[in-house]
């Protein structure tokens, strides 16, 4: 079994790659965004007293 995964990955080793670098980059993008929207978000939701209590009451 262990020569068949070296096998398999010596013969598709370019698609493997292609796909991790894929996955990668939209796993990156994904992170971006959600640090943009996040990180604001709770700055604003932090710094008002109002939101604050909001946000408690939901938890």
């Known amino acids: 079994m262990y020569q068949q ?3 398999y990955f010596s013969n ?3 698609d ?3 796909a991790f ?4 980059t939209l796993s990156g993008q994904a992170l971006i965004l959600a640090l943009l929207i996040g990180l604001p978000l ?3 939701g932090a710094s008002k007293p109002k ?4 946000a408690s009451f939901i938890r």
């Open 5 to 7: 995964i070296l096998q």
């Open 12 to 14: 598709n080793s370019g």
């Open 16 to 18: 493997y790659v292609k």
């Open 21 to 24: 670098v894929e996955h990668m």
């Open 42 to 44: 709770g700055y604003v």
């Open 51 to 54: 939101l604050k209590q909001m």
